[in-house]
């Protein structure tokens, strides 16, 4: 560019100066022609490079201002994610308490449960003890009722052979829950024998009137003796002379009306004594029959050992 105008004023000297030839003038002024080409030329790219210049430096505020609007967003999205990372941590936090509560929760359910099962076990325990205490209470029951009634027949007992009583022939009596008629053998036999004596006879037929009366009950007739060896053919020892005369106070009985079914016969001999033989008066005592009223076996076999145990 700076040659172009250098060349423009050599041409410009020249034809000012004066004598140059037609030639010369002529061949200068096409040089000047094409000079001024070049100047319009180069002023038209000038124009255009500074258009583009101009187009630039636009483009580039305009870039500069997407930029800062870029920046300001991204400023703002950096504060959005800030925010959005600390929102995060107090939710993080929210849910580490949360699962912690949760944790919390499940162990006190999980006791909850555990207590809830050894409650029902208690429960259970309370229940069958419950039961078992109303199984017992109605056995008491059912005890005390048969003991009343027991009572019941021993005051029957006592007034209807209450004559007989008076009179020496027996006594009645309640020992260990039974009760029991004890009737001397002088009433009832003759020494060293076990057929029953008229006297005895009338006495007995007193005794199985009442006896009769309770045909729900079960009476056993036990043979007692004294410790006086007795040695015969039919009698070897006590053992058979108690037993036999049992089993005629049995047979009598049954004669009188007593059903057979609820009696029984035993004979213990000397063994079981009421009084020391070593007395006359002991040794009267021991030789004896006793009627036992047995007490209600369902009773002692089914309840009472509720009881018990």
């Keep these: 560019m700076k040659n172009i105008i250098i060349i423009s004023l050599g041409l410009l000297v020249l034809l000012t100066t004066g004598c140059v030839t037609k030639a010369t003038h002529e061949a200068t002024l096409a040089e000047l022609g094409k000079t001024k080409d070049l100047l319009v030329t180069a002023n038209s790219k ?38 959005q990372k600390e929102k995060m941590k107090s939710q993080q936090l929210e849910i580490e308490k949360n699962i912690n509560e949760i944790s919390k929760t499940r162990n006190e359910l999980l006791e909850l449960k555990e207590n ?3 409650l029902q076990k208690e429960l259970e325990v309370s229940q069958e003890l419950l039961n078992s205490s109303e199984a017992k209470l109605e056995t008491m029951r059912k005890i005390e009722a048969e003991t009343k009634k027991r009572n019941e027949i021993y005051a029957h007992f ?17 020992e260990k829950g ?6 001397p053998d002088n009433v009832l036999f003759a020494t060293g024998r076990s057929s029953v004596n008229p006297e005895g006879q009338v006495a007995l037929k007193q005794v199985a009137s009442v006896l009769k009366e309770f045909s729900n009950r079960r009476f056993q007739v036990e043979g007692h003796t004294d410790n006086v060896p007795i040695k015969s053919a039919r009698y070897p020892s006590n053992w058979e002379l108690s037993t036999a005369r049992a089993l005629n106070v049995v047979h009598l009985m049954i004669k009188e009306g007593v059903d057979a079914k609820n009696i029984s016969a035993s004979g213990f001999g000397e063994f079981q004594p009421r009084a020391d033989n070593e007395t006359k008066e002991g040794r009267a005592l021991n030789r004896r029959i006793e009627i036992i009223m047995l007490p209600n076996l369902e009773i002692l076999s089914n309840e009472l050992p509720k009881v018990i145990n």
Excluded: C, F, H, P
């Excluded at 201002?65 to 950096?78: G, H």
């Excluded at 039974?178 to 009737?183: E, K, P, Y």
């Design 46 to 83: 000038i124009s255009k490079q500074s258009d583009d210049i101009e187009a630039q430096k636009l483009e580039i505020s305009k870039n500069l201002k997407e930029i800062s609007k870029t920046k300001d967003l991204l400023v703002t999205a950096q504060s959005k994610i800030d925010r």
């Design 116 to 118: 809830k099962l050894s």
């Design 158 to 174: 006592v007034n209807e052979l209450q004559k007989m009583i008076d009179g020496g022939q027996l006594t009645v009596s309640i």
């Design 178 to 183: 039974r009760i029991v008629i004890n009737l």
